[in-house]
């Protein structure tokens, strides 16, 4: 949609509201960007006019987003804007940027770590959880498993809680000590093998500044203005290493976020943190972005059908930059017998959308969990309609891409036992559970971790001649690769010693189903290809560390998209399918035991309904298991309420 403009005022492709955001006076300033109002460009503008109008040197500028396609995004953006101007401005994920400080600082300020740490997933984590799970001493007022665990330490680690004041904060509350308890065995754990997770990513270097008031200058200095994409996704540690560095004055700290859209609090999303900025900066300047270059405005109405009724966060009516479109034509909404039928009903109106002459790239299917993919895929097969599942399995989930990255790991950390112990033995050399128990245990006894073990002959008393020898040659090739790493080795080429030296190569055409050869083969292709953009081995580590903190690649296929709405965050098309509105579905059964459950329900069917460009086909089904009654949901109410209100309204007006 083309956007007015006015050669008389300072940017003048931009409207009036995000002018003003972007010639904002430096310091405290909020933006809140309604959905499709050209956020993007509003943060890139501003440090645009940081540089080429208020003089300030791009190396004291810190801009910081949610993920890596957006970090990539903003970076290439700044690039074409600023040209030469653009080096030296620091640009990531809040991940990258507590890990850069990581790399820099926590050696010798936090004991048990150097900087070589590994930065563990969630297959790891879950190993650490259960170790902590089966060391427990006496009977848990709780059964949790591993993954529950997990989640749990996270939420605690969200608030900036150590192990140990979990134990103080939980007083009382045997279930709640016990949870602080295994965090504080997960954590021990984790200083144990060198390690590092998701979260510590953020905790640990909010510790290390609160800590260190000097180091805390240091980086004060460093970053004089920091800008913050997504704001309303920010959890307490993330907002509480915001707003550490920018407590010098004049403050120049830049906000952009809708709490419309904060739909991740099962990530640990806070949106009272963005509903409350003004209460933590009082002096803060507030822009509200409210022209919608993306929708219609009927499909805007819809979505603002279900926000208004929000509690707790600012509502942003959104008016459409372009036309209404037909009437009747943009939302449709209809009730199927269940969810097979709803299935082939999508496949059916989807494939006379095509017959019209839309390509399938064009139209996406939403849902509220995973699960209800299955009937749609079914469907969609049968019409033979092309459609792509976005949240699956990525490349660095692959089997051989996890081995491989375990003996990249192994060689970058030594104190790294769980990447030592999955790839010990494969290829297989004789040294199985009973010979690494006996080999272990030895180690512990001489205080050793297993990784610095291989090096030491006193660890190998008791083992079998032929098993002492295998751990040996094993010992010889880690070391020799260990040395090339340190002497700056490229990962790339250090991968392909692995492959040929340990006979990992001739497992995968050995040993591997036949069938499953080419990809395995192909996907060790790809990880060297990514090895070769980098020159070390702990930057290339650190690069599929933060990728893997989950990020789906574009599909470049024309086909028919289906994901959740999770998943559809910040993505659009021109006609949307949401399915499964039926109280339970959307909104969640689960949200209705949880506190604020039911509004984050109602954010993500906003997010759901801001998605679509020109058209919102939205359906329930009466039932979706034998012998159960559903209920439409009540967002499907609310916009049906709120058409007719319209109605009345235009009809009153006419008279």
């Not at 006996?438 to 512990?444: D, E, G, K, L, V």
Request: proline content about 5%; charged content about 25%; some cysteine.
């Amino acid at each position: 949609m083309r956007r007015p403009t006015n050669p008389q005022l300072p940017y003048p492709e931009l409207n009036d509201e995000q002018r003003r955001a972007v010639i904002a006076p430096v310091g405290p300033v909020l933006v809140r960007a309604g959905a499709g109002s050209g956020k993007t460009r509003v943060l890139t503008l501003r440090i645009h006019h940081l540089i080429a109008t208020q003089s300030v040197a791009p190396k004291t500028i810190l801009a910081v987003t949610f993920t890596n396609k957006a970090a990539t995004e903003l970076r290439g953006r700044l690039r074409e804007l600023l040209k030469e101007r653009s080096r030296g401005l620091t640009t990531g994920t809040f991940h990258s940027v507590g890990l850069r400080i990581l790399r820099e600082s926590l050696a010798g300020r936090i004991k048990g770590y150097t900087k070589d740490f590994s930065i563990y997933g969630e297959e790891e984590q879950r190993q650490l959880a259960q170790t902590a799970l089966e060391s427990w001493r006496g009977r848990p007022p709780v059964m949790l498993e591993p993954e529950q665990v997990i989640s749990r330490i996270s939420r605690l680690k969200s608030r900036m809680l150590t192990p140990q004041l979990a134990q103080r904060v939980a007083g009382g509350d045997q279930q709640a000590a016990y949870v602080a308890g295994l965090y504080d065995s997960y954590q021990r754990s984790l200083r144990k093998h060198n390690a590092i997770d998701f979260d510590d990513c953020i905790l640990l270097p909010y510790r290390l500044l609160s800590d260190d008031p000097d180091l805390l200058a240091d980086y004060q200095a460093r970053w004089q203005h920091v800008l913050v994409d997504e704001y309303q996704d920010t959890d307490r540690a993330q907002h509480g290493l915001v707003t550490m560095l920018t407590m010098t004055q004049p403050r120049s700290l830049f906000v952009v976020g809708d709490a419309q859209q904060s739909i991740y609090g099962f990530r640990n999303a806070d949106h009272t943190i963005i509903t409350q900025f003004n209460q933590d900066f009082p002096d803060a300047h507030i822009v509200e972005l409210v022209t919608n270059y993306r929708s219609r405005q009927q499909v805007l109405d819809a979505a603002h059908a279900v926000i208004r009724h929000a509690a707790a966060i600012h509502v942003l009516p959104l008016r459409a930059a372009q036309g209404p479109g037909l009437p009747g034509s943009v939302i449709k909404i209809h009730e199927l017998k269940d969810g097979r039928e709803e299935a082939e009903w999508v496949a059916r109106r989807i494939a006379e959308l095509m017959g019209t002459g839309r390509r399938p790239r064009e139209l996406a299917v939403l849902f509220r969990t995973r699960h209800m993919s299955r009937g749609l895929e079914q469907a969609l097969r049968h019409a033979r309609i092309p459609y792509a599942i976005r949240g699956n399995a990525g490349f660095y989930d692959r089997r051989v891409v996890r081995d491989l990255l375990a003996y990249l790991r192994t060689i970058a950390n030594p104190a790294d036992s769980l990447s030592l112990a999955r790839i010990v033995n494969l290829p297989t050399r004789g040294l199985g559970g009973v010979t690494m128990e006996q080999f272990t245990s030895n180690a512990a006894e001489h205080g050793l971790a297993p990784g610095a073990a291989l090096f030491d002959a006193r660890c190998y008393a008791g083992l079998k001649p032929n098993a002492a020898t295998a751990l040996r040659t094993f010992a010889q090739m880690l070391g020799g690769w260990r040395q090339k790493a340190e002497r700056g080795y490229p990962p790339s080429n250090l991968i392909a010693d692995v492959l040929a030296q340990s006979g990992y190569d001739r497992w995968i055409k050995t040993t591997l189903p036949e069938a499953d050869r080419p990809d395995a083969l192909s996907h060790v292709q790809e990880l060297q290809t990514a090895a070769e953009e980098h020159d070390s081995l702990s930057s290339f580590l650190q690069e599929i560390a933060l990728m893997t903190a989950v990020e789906d690649k574009e599909d470049e296929r024309d086909a028919v998209q289906l994901l959740t709405v999770h998943a559809a965050k910040g993505l659009e098309w021109p006609i949307v399918f949401i399915t499964g509105l039926e109280e339970g579905t959307l909104p969640h059964e689960r949200a209705f035991a949880e506190t604020g459950g039911v509004e984050e329900e109602r954010r993500l069917c906003y997010v759901a309904l801001t998605r679509a460009k020109e058209q919102i086909w939205l359906s329930w089904a009466a039932g979706r298991q034998r012998g159960q009654t559903l209920k439409r949901s009540r967002f499907l109410d609310e916009i049906v309420a709120y058409g007719q209100e319209r109605a009345r309204e235009a009809n009153s007006g006419r008279r």
